[in-house]
């Protein structure tokens, strides 16, 4: 959105042009709708405007400076943040979604103020318009969002590219050792992420006008949910292990285990689900339907892991035949 993955040639260039130009245009597009707002609606605020909070009348003038400054703060100020290159990724992505969230939402208050304060026929004038507020800082979570997960920063050197020049040079000092080695992260597609949350954030926003809490208790549910499909997948001249966030172990399948391990391309529910999985002697681990590698074990159970890629789960796969002394035939076929 911001930013289509191109980059400068300078390696020291610190920001983002096009995720900076994103968050102050925006921000300022935000402040000219509100005040071009105010100008329609002016006629209906004789006495002037109560800011959100409370208080004394103001004039118009006066409020539209505190509601332009407060868009611009909070949109430009954090999102302009999430241009600087210094900073990781993912990071930066959060930044900039939360600038959505944050200016939208403002920019949605001082709406509702204006409305519900603006006199209309058989209508009573309230300080805030909470229809107006609730969907608009709904729809303003959800933008948020959209935005964090759809945003591709800059590529820029990062220490886990460090890591893999210093994994390729001791490849090349010693190959035989590095080349029973692997590891990746596993995370859900984007669009499972995007399902997730909108399905956790649009009722919540609903369900809000009854308790708030309501609202806070499915993000953090929706939160919790991707964790369990995020994990680490590392393969070593003894085990196959996988941790959900590189720290809780969820399946561990030691080599000698392994009587044959092939690349599928594979649904997840015919595997019991995302997610750790453990059923009828099988173990697996799917964030997702696509690649893997299945393991048939020694004992007759099964073992199944997402990999990125069918490449991936090629090699993942050739590794655990070569490490369970089986030959390359018996294993890393796809169908």
């Known amino acids: 959105m911001a930013s289509d993955g191109s980059h400068d040639s300078s390696p020291d260039r610190r920001l983002d042009a096009r995720a900076l130009r994103f968050a102050l245009i925006f921000a300022a597009l935000l402040a000219a709708a509100l005040i071009l707002g105010s100008v ?7 006495d002037g405007v109560v800011f959100p909070w409370g208080g004394s009348p103001v004039s118009i003038p006066v409020f539209l400076t ?7 703060l909070l949109g430009a100020g954090v999102g302009s943040q999430g241009a600087r290159t210094s900073l990781p990724r993912n990071l930066r992505r959060v930044l900039l979604g939360v600038a959505m969230t944050l200016q939208l939402s403002a920019f949605t208050l001082f709406v509702a103020t ?6 209309h026929v058989g209508v009573a004038t309230e300080r ?3 229809f107006v507020l609730l969907m608009g800082c709904g729809l303003a979570a959800s933008m948020g969002v959209v935005l964090a997960l759809t945003f591709k920063p800059d590529e820029q050197w990062t220490p886990a590219d460090d890591s893999a020049l210093l994994l390729m040079l001791e490849s ?3 190959p035989e050792e590095a080349k029973d080695q692997l590891s990746y992260f596993l995370h859900p597609r984007s669009s499972i992420v995007l399902m997730i949350l909108l399905v956790a954030v649009l009722p919540g926003a609903f369900l809000a006008l009854i308790s708030p809490w309501i609202l806070v208790a499915m993000v953090l549910a929706a939160l919790l949910v991707i964790a369990l499909l995020c994990a680490t997948v590392t393969m070593n001249r003894a085990e196959l292990a996988v941790k959900v966030l590189g720290l809780v172990p969820v399946l561990t399948v030691p080599c000698q285990d392994v009587a044959a391990a092939v690349s599928l391309d594979i649904t997840a529910r015919d595997y019991g689900g995302w997610g750790p999985r453990r059923h009828s002697g099988s173990v697996t681990f799917l964030s997702y339907s696509g690649p893997a590698v299945v393991l048939r074990l020694e004992d007759g159970g099964q073992a199944a892991v997402s990999a990125p890629s069918l490449d991936l789960a090629d090699e993942l796969s050739a590794i655990l035949n070569r490490r369970a002394g089986k030959s390359p035939g018996e294993g890393s076929r796809r169908p």
Request: hydrophobic share 50%; no cysteine.
């Open 40 to 46: 329609l609606i002016a006629g209906q605020l004789p």
């Open 66 to 72: 505190v509601g332009v400054l407060a868009i611009l």
């Open 114 to 119: 204006l409305l519900g304060q603006g006199q």
């Open 128 to 130: 805030v318009d909470g």
């Open 172 to 174: 090349e000092r010693d």
